[in-house]
């Protein structure tokens, strides 16, 4: 719901990209009042197709060049996530003097509902499910968004929710001013998306910002030992090796908050100790918002992970086949690599990211049998990883069969990339897609001499 009163009406504004969190900022602004333009320097079908709805819904369009060079002033910009702030169409427009903001800043401005938000290098999606499914089982009418799919200004186009539960990503930190969540998750911190920062002390301080409004009255759930700077909300922390934390984990699957069980993972379908921090920084949400952990934890006993996230594809000939293409980061692959026993054929590679593949070469060499290489930095990968046999293809399907001519019954064959998808594929969910095609479509049967 739009409150009567809000202060973009009248205003003239430039909505950046026409992502999925654009176009619901777009017509979020359009209810609001706001003469809105909205602007990408793509010229893609599907940005052309989503134009021409926010055109048909009195939304000023500007795409390709034209986006680029406009010369109109605006009183207020608002950035999709996925676009730097140095892209042409961004420069173009704050030049002038325009301020910028993002999609959750914008929405954060108009919601009446509290905010949990949860962010980290891995685990963020899992965390949201775990905690909106959770919330929901308590009696807390929450309602997941934010990076996970659902834009929180698409959230605001219908009736309120109690409740958010935001997945937030780094890039979406950037642009925030007032965001300030009731409850902040602190999950991890590994080496990601270093060819938008330059180093890993940007990286953190963008990751830092979902801490940056919070007061004494508001909570932050953090892994214990975090490096993090003095924060002014209250914590709960949790750790799975640490029995200092507030939140632990006892003989691998039991989850306590103290001296008491919440949880043991036996009766879940979750495994590992990534899902077990996981699990407790869900709990810590919910504590935090003083929810009943017995109901809590009744709320997730057929909960499944989300797809491409360590997924079981199929068992071809003895060999099973593990779907990680959501591993987009070296942490993500170690944890992956880490779940699997027994022989492993590792398929990895993809966007270079800024980041080498050596951190993780002690593993790889420890645990993995072969690898099968694909991307940009298939070739650099091979040098990293000697000297474990390696196989460079030019494509995910000839490193699916040369996975599949090699493999020996009895053995796993990992798809965890370690990195993005975007040198080959649109984004993970269409990498992990083909994947899951690819092995299905391998033969059952036993080979005929």
């Not at 017509?27 to 602007?39: D, E, N, Q, Y």
């Not at 691998?252 to 077990?276: C, V």
Request: charged letters at 20%; aromatic letters at 6%.
């Amino acid at each position: 719901m739009i409150p009567a009163a809000n202060p973009y009406a009248g205003l003239r504004v430039a909505v950046l990209g026409l992502g999925r969190s654009g176009v619901a900022a777009a017509r979020l602004l359009k209810r609001c009042g706001a003469s809105v333009t909205a602007m990408d320097s793509k010229e893609f079908p599907l940005v052309l197709e989503r134009a021409a709805m926010l055109r048909r819904d009195g939304v000023a369009i500007l795409t390709g060049r034209d986006a680029d060079t406009d010369r109109s002033r605006y009183d207020l910009a608002v950035l999709s996530p996925g676009i730097e702030e140095s892209a042409p169409v961004v420069v173009n427009v704050t030049s002038k003097g325009t301020p910028l903001i993002g999609e959750l800043e914008l929405a954060f401005s108009l919601a009446t509902s509290p905010v949990v938000a949860i962010t980290g290098t891995n685990g963020k999606t899992t965390t949201t499910e775990l905690t909106t499914r959770m919330l929901c089982g308590a009696g807390v009418r929450a309602v997941a968004c934010g990076n996970i799919g659902t834009p929180m200004s698409e959230l605001l186009l219908g009736e309120e929710p109690g409740l958010y539960v935001a997945e937030v990503s780094s890039f979406q930190l950037e642009t925030i001013r007032t965001f300030r969540p009731k409850v902040a998750l602190w999950l991890n911190l590994s080496p990601n998306h270093l060819d938008r920062y330059p180093s890993m002390a940007e990286y953190r301080e963008a990751k830092l910002r979902i801490f940056l409004n919070q007061t004494a009255e508001d909570w932050a759930v953090v892994q214990h030992g975090s490096e993090l700077p003095p924060l002014k909300a209250r914590t709960i922390t949790f750790s799975v090796t640490d029995p200092a934390a507030d939140l632990t984990l006892a003989d691998g699957t039991k989850i306590l908050h103290g001296k008491k069980l919440l949880l043991d993972m036996e009766s879940t379908n979750l495994r590992g100790p990534h899902n077990a921090s996981n699990l407790m920084a869900a709990f810590g949400a919910g504590i935090a918002l003083g929810a009943d952990p017995v109901t809590m934890a009744s709320a997730i006993g057929n909960y499944a992970p989300p797809a491409h996230r360590c997924e079981p594809i199929a068992v071809k000939r003895g060999v099973t086949w593990v779907n990680d293409s959501k591993a987009t980061n070296l942490d993500a692959m170690e944890q992956a690599i880490r779940s699997v026993s027994g022989p492993l054929l590792l398929i990895a590679g993809g966007k270079d990211k800024g980041f080498e593949f050596a951190p993780i070469a002690p593993l790889v060499r420890e645990r993995v049998a072969r690898a099968v290489l694909i991307g940009e930095m298939r070739h650099r990968i091979a040098r990293d990883w000697s000297p474990v046999p390696t196989e460079v293809t030019d494509t995910l399907d000839e490193a699916v069969a040369a996975a599949a001519a090699t493999a020996e019954p009895g053995s796993t064959v990992l798809f965890s990339p370690g990195t993005s998808s975007f040198d080959m594929f649109r984004d993970y969910v269409r990498r992990g897609e083909e994947f899951r095609r690819l092995v299905l479509a391998l033969p059952d049967d036993s080979p005929t001499n």
